[in-house]
C-alpha cells in the first residue's frame, strides 16, 4: 500500500473502527443477473438494451453482467444522460425519458412501484412506467471471508459495511463474512454522517472504498483506503491506495504501522532521556563540549539501529 506521508501513519495505527464499502471492494464488483422480468408491452431484448446502454456510461459493474448475460445487445444513443448518486441513472433514448435505479429513484420521479417487486429489484423505467427489473448477484472477494476475524486478533474492535444497496442484498454479502454492522440504503452523505458519528465518539476510523461516491467519506475518516482499481478521484482524497486490491493485507499494514509508531515513540523518550542527562552533567561542568557532540552522534545511530532493526 502507497501512504501519502509519514503523518497519515500514526492515525493507521490507531485505528479502532474499520467500515468497508461493499461493492468493489468486499466484493470483487463482478456481478451477474440471477433474474430478469419485463412487463407490459416491453420484452427482455428491449430491456437489456436499454440497460446496457445506460450502464455504459457509468463505471459501474453492472453494465458487464448485463454484457456477460447477452452477447447479442443493440447498444442505442443515450442524449441527456446523469448518474443520481446513490439512486441510480437516467437518460434519454429515442425520446424516451428512461431511469435504471432503485427504489429511491422511482420515488424521486413519482413513478408508482409494483408491491410484486422484489425490495432487492434494479428497475427499469420507461416514460414513468415500469417496463421491468433486474436482481444481480455479486462475487465476493476470497480474501473477505477471513477478513473480519485477521482484523479482530490485532485489536480492531468493530468492522463495519456501509452501503448505498438495499438491506436484502447487504445482508446476503454482509452475513457471509460476519461482519459486526450492517448499514444499507445509504447516500454518500448519510455514509459520511456514520464516521462522523464514530469520530464524535473518540472512535479513529479507516474507510476503506473505491467508487467516486466514496471520496466524501475517504475524505472524512481518519484514514481513508482507496482500492487500487477504484475510481481516480477515490485514490486523490484517500490517505493510502491498496495496489494489490488484497483486502486481507490490511492487517499486516495496521500492524506494521503499530511497529513504527513504537519504534518512533521509544527513540523520542531515548533521545530525551540522552540528551536531559548531557544536559544536566553539563549544567554542573561534569561534561566536556565533546561529550554532547558524541551523545548527539550516537543518539542518532542508535536510533537508526532502533528502527531498522525492527524492520520485517
Not at 2 to 21: M, R, S
Not at 241 to 255: A, D, E, G, M, Y
Not at 263 to 276: E, M, P, Q, T, Y
Request: aromatic letters at 6%.
Amino acid at each position: 500500500m502507497i501512504i501519502k506521508g509519514t503523518k497519515h501513519i500514526e492515525n493507521l495505527a490507531g485505528a479502532t473502527v474499520i467500515a468497508f464499502d461493499k461493492t468493489g471492494t468486499l466484493t470483487t464488483g463482478n456481478m451477474k443477473i440471477d433474474i430478469l422480468e419485463s412487463f407490459n408491452s416491453y420484452n427482455k431484448e428491449t430491456i437489456l438494451s436499454y440497460i446496457y446502454s445506460l450502464e455504459l456510461l457509468s463505471n459501474h459493474p453492472i453494465g458487464t453482467a448485463i454484457k456477460n448475460y447477452s452477447k447479442e445487445i443493440e447498444q442505442r444513443i443515450v442524449e441527456d444522460y446523469k448518474e443520481i448518486a446513490g439512486h441510480g441513472l437516467y437518460g434519454k433514448i429515442e425520446d424516451r425519458e428512461i431511469l435504471f435505479g432503485n427504489r429511491k429513484l422511482l420515488e424521486q420521479y413519482e413513478i408508482k412501484m409494483n408491491n410484486e417487486i422484489p425490495e432487492n429489484a434494479i428497475c427499469l423505467s420507461v416514460n414513468k412506467e415500469i417496463a421491468g427489473y433486474v436482481i444481480l448477484t455479486e462475487e465476493i472477494r476470497n480474501e473477505s471471508n477471513d477478513i473480519v476475524k485477521e482484523l479482530k486478533d490485532i485489536g480492531i474492535k468493530k468492522v463495519i459495511m456501509l452501503t448505498g444497496d438495499n438491506l436484502k442484498s447487504a445482508k446476503t454479502i454482509g452475513n457471509r463474512i460476519k461482519v459486526d454492522e450492517i448499514k444499507a440504503n445509504l447516500l454518500p452523505k448519510d455514509k459520511l454522517t456514520v464516521i462522523e458519528e464514530l469520530k464524535k465518539v473518540n472512535e479513529k476510523v479507516i474507510f476503506v472504498g473505491d467508487g467516486i461516491n466514496d471520496s466524501p467519506v475517504l475524505a472524512s475518516s481518519s484514514f481513508g483506503i482507496a482500492m487500487g482499481t477504484g475510481a481516480s478521484i477515490a485514490s486523490i482524497t484517500a490517505d493510502g491506495i491498496l495496489i494489490s486490491n488484497n483486502i486481507s493485507t490490511l492487517s499486516s499494514i495496521i500492524k506494521t504501522a503499530r511497529c513504527a509508531m513504537k519504534v518512533v515513540k521509544a527513540n523520542i523518550v531515548f533521545s530525551l532521556i540522552i540528551k536531559a542527562i548531557v544536559l544536566i552533567l553539563g549544567g554542573v561542568g561534569i561534561a566536556p563540549i565533546w561529550l554532547a557532540i558524541l551523545a548527539d552522534t550516537g543518539v542518532t545511530f542508535l536510533t537508526v539501529l532502533n528502527a531498522v532493526k525492527n524492520i520485517k
